[in-house]
Structures are given as C-alpha cells and as structure tokens.
C-alpha cells in the first residue's frame, strides 16, 4: 500500500490558464474521488468514480471543470479559464468501493491563482 | 438527507489532559461514521470508523469514539492529550454512496 498520490503538490498559475491535476489511488481501490478544500473548511465534494465511470458530479461543479479516469486507474482534474475563487486545496481520495470502505486521502494539490 | 454537526469549531486543552470532539448526524437510519484528522498542508487520516458493530470504537493514537444511536452522536475522546493531537478533526457519514463531512473541529494542545 503506497498510499494516494497527488501531483504537483503545489501549483501557482495565473488567471485564465488552465490547469490540470493528477491522481494516482491505491491501486486496488476501484472508488477515486475529488473533493476541493478552503482555508478553514472541510472538504467539498467535486466528483467521484467507480472505475473509469464518472457517477456523480456536484450541481455545484462549474463546466470549466472535468475529470477523467480513462482506465480506472488514475485520474486527471483539470480547471479550465481559472479565476481566483478557484485557490483552493484539491483532495483525491479512494476506496475499495465495497459499503462503507473509508475514504484514504492524498496530501492534496495547493492550487493559487494570482 | 444527511448531515453532520461539529458542534465546536475550535477547542483547547492543556496537555496530558481529557480531549472531547462533539459530532452530531442527522438520518433517517443509522449510517456509518467516521473521524478524520488533518495535520498542516497534509490529507485526511482516518483516525476510526463505526460500522455498526460496537458502539465503542477504538481507533489510532489513542482515540475512541462513541456511537449512541439515541443521541445521534459520535464523539470523539482520547484520556491524554499530547502535543501532536494539535490538528483539526473531520466527522464524516457515510450514506447512500455519499460520504458527508463536518466543518471540522481544530484542536490546540497547550503546554
């Protein structure tokens, strides 16, 4: 067990440009969800997996953001046109999918849009 | 529709002393439950889970929890607290394919 991992760890872009993250689950885990984080709140739901399908998506999810998982293995969020009100902390979490599995974290992408 | 209740977003406590974390969930039926803890630029670790078996779950680090399904409450304890507890702590719920989080509890531990 390697654990999740999360990649850049840190990312600094300028508004407008588009981003993308990556996520690499533990690999027996068939459950890979986003959730995004601000400074002092808990997690926020995005959008989670179950092998390469996407099953649900947040309402609250603008169209500049999607999310792949092209072989239910790792996945990709990317942010398109960014704004400022995207600085966030992105979560990736998995789990073996089976009841309730809990959810094993990464150490998150810092996201800053300046 | 689920939801979960920190009802303390900071709380302090001197070290080597009792640490108590209140969570309340609202449902329809029982759901299962969890803490998290989350240190500085870190992800979550799961501290424990409940999933309906004993009541009183024991998790890493010393801490437990409660289920007590006629309160609808899980808090979370731990008899000592030390200087690496300071952190903040993530009640979650799991139901319906969904896992709900609470606003978080931040812990500091005095010296």
């Known amino acids: 067990d390697t654990g999740v991992s999360q990649n850049p760890r840190h990312k600094i872009t300028k508004r407008g440009q588009n981003v993308t993250f990556r996520c690499d689950p533990i690999?027996?885990?068939?459950?890979l969800y986003w959730y995004r984080q601000t400074l002092g709140q808990g997690p926020e739901f995005l959008t989670y997996?179950?092998?390469?399908?996407?099953?649900?998506k947040s309402r609250l999810l603008s169209d500049r953001f999607s999310a792949e998982r092209p072989k239910g293995s790792f996945s990709t969020l990317e942010i398109q046109r960014t704004e400022q009100g995207d600085s966030a902390m992105y979560l990736c979490?998995?789990?073996?999918?089976?009841?309730?599995?809990?959810?094993?974290f990464g150490n998150g992408t810092r996201l800053t849009v300046t | 529709a689920q939801s979960v209740t920190q009802l303390d977003s900071h709380v302090s406590v001197s070290e080597g002393t009792p640490v108590l974390l209140r969570c309340n969930y609202s449902?329809?039926?029982?759901?299962?439950l969890f803490w998290y803890v989350q240190h500085p630029n870190k992800g979550l670790q799961l501290l424990l889970k409940?999933?309906?078996?004993?009541?009183l779950v024991k998790g890493i680090n010393g801490f437990e929890a409660e289920f007590k399904k006629s309160e609808t409450s899980f808090h979370l304890t731990k008899p000592s607290a030390h200087m690496s507890d300071a952190a903040e702590y993530f009640c979650?719920?799991?139901?319906?394919?969904?896992?709900?989080f609470g606003t978080g509890t931040s812990l500091t531990v005095i010296p």
């Open positions: 449902s329809s039926y029982s759901p299962s």
């Open positions: 979650v719920a799991y139901t319906g394919n969904q896992f709900y």
């Open positions: 979490a998995s789990s073996l999918g089976r009841g309730a599995s809990p959810l094993h």
């Open positions: 690999s027996e885990h068939n459950r």
């Open positions: 997996f179950q092998n390469e399908a996407q099953l649900e």
């Open positions: 409940y999933t309906s078996a004993a009541t």
